[in-house]
């Protein structure tokens, strides 16, 4: 059939998520989802909700989650944008900061859907590649970048789990002609942020998700922080009602209750660090993780073998195979139970 698409639209390969099998048994570690449950204020308050409410469209600006954003970070609501999750924030992004003209530059490894935005854009990207080993940035990548209008920075990064020094990411945001995004779906896993950057410079946006230290993502929804101008530019590109009412009041609920996410996140950290040491035990690189997830090589630096054989045992994790990503597989901490059937599988294939 002749096509009617864009030709930049037939051209691409389009952005291939994370598989959601349905084997029964799965220990499924290859999302970067969390291993419990969202806070108990989230099954409050959706098991109160009078459906009769949806038949009217929800709060098209979702005000009073930004709201409860907003005061948490020490910001006005006018520097808070709502997305359905971290992914729509990024779609509104590359559509206003990339084009024909306006090159995107990416890190190489990073979040492999960028290229994807870029390419519906027909937008030039610039392959920032990082160091082999332990994933530094370059240090000429300011000169790398100088064509582009957006630079993109996961910061911890993903698939590799790692972070980059802060005063480095600073200074790239104070020096860089253009926008830098931070995208920070870890952060809550790291050390530290980058949350005083985007209050600091008009240049910068930081954007976060409820998909994985609020253990939400099947409700969709993010959020980007930035100065208003720039929210406000970006206000134009976003679907009318683009969150739900659930998701709204769903969001609400769980960043209010902090001390259900504090206790889930620490667990979270400390399962990271066992099951590293666990790996480290076992010959594994094991480069340093400030995510939910591990981005681990075997021994044998076979990452698409040792992918394969987890598969067969029903354990499901993430393998990305360009030449650089090929020797490692990216693991999502799991809950204690999934960590302990990874170590076993893992003990199985090695013996
Ligand atoms: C770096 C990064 N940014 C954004 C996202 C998208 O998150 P969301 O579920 O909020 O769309 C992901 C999801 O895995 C991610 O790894």
């Known amino acids: 059939m002749k096509s009617y698409f864009r030709p930049e639209i037939d051209a691409m390969a389009g ?7 349905k084997m ?9 989802e969390n291993p419990f449950a969202p806070s108990p204020e989230v099954e409050k308050a959706l098991k109160n909700f009078d459906c009769g409410k949806l038949r009217r469209y929800p709060d098209p600006m979702a005000d009073s989650f930004r709201d409860a ?5 020490g910001v006005e609501r006018g520097n808070v944008i709502a997305g359905n999750g971290s992914d729509d924030l990024l779609t ?4 206003a900061f990339t084009s024909p003209e306006l090159p995107v530059a990416v890190l190489d490894p ?12 027909n937008a030039p990207v610039i392959r920032i590649k990082l160091a082999e080993k332990n994933f530094a940035l370059p240090e000429n990548l300011l000169a790398q970048a100088q064509e582009a209008n957006l630079l993109m920075i996961v910061r911890p990064n993903a698939p590799t789990g790692t972070l980059f020094p802060k005063e480095t990411v600073r200074h790239i945001c104070q020096k860089f002609d253009g926008i830098v995004v931070i995208d920070e779906a870890y952060a809550d896993f790291a050390s530290d942020n980058c949350i005083d950057l ?13 998909s ?8 969709r929804l993010g959020y980007g922080l930035a100065c208003k101008e720039i929210i406000s530019g970006l206000m134009k590109l976003k679907d009318s009602y683009n969150i739900d009412m659930l998701a709204q009041l769903a969001g609400e609920a769980s960043f209010r209750d902090h001390a259900y996410f504090e206790a889930r996140r620490k667990e979270v950290i400390q399962m990271r660090r066992e099951l590293a040491d666990e790996l ?9 993780s400030e995510s939910n997830f591990l981005f681990v090589s075997p021994p044998d630096g076979n990452g698409k073998g040792l992918f394969e054989e987890l598969r067969k045992r029903a354990v499901i994790v993430r393998y990305f195979s360009a030449p650089v990503t090929a020797p490692y597989l990216r693991i999502t901490i799991g809950n204690p139970e999934e960590n302990a059937r990874l170590l076993k599988a893992i003990d199985e294939i090695y013996a």
């Not at 952005?15 to 099998?21: A, L, N, S």
């Not at 509104?92 to 559509?95: K, P, Q, T, V």
């Not at 990073?110 to 854009?121: G, R």
């Not at 994985?212 to 409700?219: D, E, F, L, P, V």
């Open 15 to 21: 952005y291939v998520p994370g598989e959601q099998p």
């Open 24 to 32: 029964a048994d799965l220990v499924k570690l290859n999302t970067n």
């Open 69 to 73: 954003v907003a005061s948490f970070w």
């Open 92 to 95: 509104m992004i590359f559509r």
């Open 280 to 288: 480290k035990k076992r010959g594994f690189y094991v480069p340093e």
């Open 110 to 121: 990073s979040y492999s859907l960028y290229p994807e935005l870029a390419a519906m854009q």
């Open 198 to 210: 985007a209050k600091e410079m008009d240049n910068v946006i930081v954007i976060r998700t409820f």
């Open 212 to 219: 994985k230290s609020y253990a939400m993502a099947g409700i």
